[in-house]
């Protein structure tokens, strides 16, 4: 313990990683992936087993976050890049405003590329993002330049080297092993660049430190040593609901970036293969972080909170990636570790969401949350009793309402509902939708859902019904006023 650290603010490591499923952990029942460092911080913390993420893409998810704001408030409720990030409360400025010393290390994905949103410094790694790569965008604004771990690796390997070397798109199914030392992934550089932060850290403040990698999110591309632990594992393959679409499978499954995985059963089982070790990979480089934190002698004066923007659907039901509201995209680790009062290896299932760990960060930072915020505190009980999450996009774009024991489900383009039990069904293996011993229910939450969207500038509901094929938006129009 430092000296003079007793009875003062606790420091703060937020651990963010991307595309990460909330079953992807040992201590949380899977099959298949070992998370020895993650299952370890959850046995000495608290473990949410409904920590949701309410629309279920990089940006309006990590917008969540920062904010604390539900999506229809910060209004960003799809993906769409390049739009100003301009809010008057953040994550990091309200730790700032609390005493903290604040760094991030990696991953933002806000715009312009280099907007601190509150943070004091970052060491921006954003991943592969193709709307800041093109020759349209200006200089500054250039991944090869504004991108830390890009310039970086540039000056280690040569001005033609890149992280497309290996060969793989960056929302592919395509998995190969790391092409160059392990020392250069910048799961690695993410774990590097924040140990260095310790060592040059202000010792007289407590700091908040967001330590944020980029995967499991594709390319799945961990070190050799990884892909070895499951290569010759026989793995579980992904479940596939008695309402899965075949036919979109078929019709798509030889894209290397299509929504629905591989329509070659042994691409998706390398796919899961890749990602896994990604998890693996990062998994244990959190452990070397916090091996480090051991080291500078601040590890038990640290409050460590571990998420991820949202998940993957890795084949489940013929789907890939995220955007959609099933549970391997929408349902997120989320782990407190050392906070005060909290009993060692506590499981909670209240329904918790990204908005939450604003509040939750200044709580912990004995400050008082905003009052214009959605989140609320996690270390009580928010009494949500259930989440409205959403997320624009074609014929995939969905709104859902979402409990501790079921789910009902609107694609706004179609108008197709669905209905699952998670309490008797968490695979989601049955749609419920015409169910006649389920209607009752159903009505219930499609009611929950009119009345969250009742008023919306895109005109889902007239207040009585859902209204398909309305025009859908990635942004709510104040967001460019």
Known sequence: MEKGAKNRQPNILLVMTDQMRGDCMGIDGHPDVKTPYLDNLAARGVRYTNAYTACPSCIPARCALHTGLKQENHGRVGYQDRVPWEYPV????????AGYYTQCVGKMHV????????????????GYLHAYRNGGVPYNENQRI???????????????????DGGIECNSFVARPWMYEERLHPTNWVTDRSIDFLRRRDRSRPFFLMAS???????????????????????????????????RMRRLGRFVDADTGSCDPELMRQAQIGYYACISHLDNQIGRLLDALR??????????????????????????RKTRPYQGSIRIPMIIAGAPGTAPGTVRDQLVELRDILPTLVDLAGAEPPREIDGVSMLGDCGREYLHG??????????YIVTKKDKYCWFMESGREQYFRLDSDPKELHDRIADPDCQERIACLRQILIEELAGREEGYTDGERLIPGRPQKACLSFLSS
């Not at 504004?146 to 497309?164: P, S």
């Not at 500078?296 to 659907?313: A, K, N, R």
């Open 146 to 164: 504004a991108d830390d771990y890009f310039y970086w690796l540039k000056k280690e390997m040569g001005i033609d080297r890149d992280v497309t």
């Open 390 to 399: 959403e997320h624009s996009g074609g014929d995939l774009g969905n709104q």
């Open 213 to 247: 990698y980029l995967r499991p999110h594709p390319p799945f591309d961990a070190p050799e040593c990884f892909f070895a632990l499951y290569r010759d594992k026989e793995l579980t393959p992904p479940v596939i609901g008695d309402w899965a679409d075949e036919e």
């Open 111 to 126: 715009h312009p590329l280099r907007n601190l949103m509150g943070f004091h410094h970052i060491e921006l790694h954003d």
């Open 295 to 320: 080291d500078d002698g601040s590890f038990q004066d640290t409050v460590i909170l571990f998420t991820s923007d949202h998940g993957e659907l890795l084949g489940d039901h013929h789907t890939f």
């Open 90 to 97: 953040t994550m990091a400025g309200e730790l700032a405003k």
